[in-house]
């Protein structure tokens, strides 16, 4: 059975950090690539970034270049998504998902989705 676990997410005010966790399990973990999307209340889904499975490329939506930086520890089956200077319009519920291509941003491209965990981020 595969599993995706978000964490990490919580209250931040804006300029501050969080890091949060997605953490895989069921499949095997370097032969997939991992995204992450975030969906704020009202809105649709949205692309963040996403890692190839060794590694090696990254890729991100242009607003997020510069604050976001995705990296995975393959020893841990964990991919990460560090967020820098948070405003309070990244307040949203993020999520972590599996897809066996690297570099697709549409979110029906994703096989494995985790639950979510949620960043709200104060003014």
């Known amino acids: 059975q595969v599993q995706l676990v978000e964490s990490g997410g919580g209250l931040v005010q804006a300029g501050g950090s969080l890091t949060l966790s997605c953490a895989v399990s069921?499949?095997?973990?370097?032969?997939?690539?991992v995204g992450w999307f975030r969906q704020a209340p009202g809105k649709e889904r949205e692309f963040v970034a996403v890692?190839?499975?060794?590694?090696?490329?990254?890729y991100y939506a242009d607003s997020k270049k510069g604050r976001f930086t995705i990296s995975r520890d393959n020893t841990k089956n964990t991919v990460y998504l560090r967020m820098n200077s948070l405003k309070p319009e990244d307040t949203a519920a993020y999520y972590c998902?599996?897809?066996?291509?690297?570099?697709?941003?549409?979110?029906?491209?994703?096989?494995?989705w985790g639950q979510g965990t949620q960043v709200t981020v104060s003014s």
């Open positions: 998902a599996a897809d066996s291509f690297y570099g697709r941003v549409r979110e029906s491209d994703y096989n494995y």
């Open positions: 069921g499949l095997t973990f370097r032969r997939y690539a």
């Open positions: 890692i190839s499975g060794s590694g090696g490329s990254t």
